[in-house]
Nanobody, 121 residues
Framework: QVQLVESGGGLVKTGGSLRLSCVASGSIFEINSMGWYRQAPEGVREMVAISRSDGTTTYSDSAKGRFTISRNRAKNSIVYLQMNNLKPDDTAVYYC??????????????WGQGTQVTVSS
């Protein structure tokens, strides 16, 4: 009932930048938070950044100072991740996550299909 579609991944050299986008759609009443997670090959999925409806954000230690999460002001259902000064260790599949409430007053938590980010040395 909730679809998340990511875009913006790709191949970039060390020190380069990428901007990821995620659009949420479906029978959504409200979104409480949207965030980005990543999973490297043979690794576990880890939090990168979260943006909450109260305006607060949380970043992983590796993302602090290099990545910025933001929400579209007009549409609360869009989240971006600006990634600067990328490093080979940032190579992973990046997943968008949204948590909120459906129109049926049922809570939801949904994931996108993921977008590949590859940083070459």
């Amino acid at each position: 009932q909730v679809q998340l579609v990511e875009s913006g991944g790709g191949l970039v050299k060390t020190g380069g930048s990428l901007r990821l986008s995620c659009v949420a759609s479906g029978s959504i009443f409200e979104i409480n938070s949207m965030g980005w997670y990543r999973q490297a090959p043979e690794g576990v999925r880890e939090m990168v950044a979260i943006s909450r409806s109260d305006g607060t954000t949380t970043y992983s230690d590796s993302a602090k100072g290099r990545f910025t999460i933001s929400r579209n002001r007009a549409k609360n259902s869009i989240v971006y991740l600006q990634m600067n000064n990328l490093k080979p260790d940032d190579t992973a599949v990046y997943y968008c996550n949204a948590v909120g409430v459906l129109l049926t007053n049922v809570p939801f938590g949904s994931w996108g299909q993921g977008t590949q980010v590859t940083v070459s040395s």
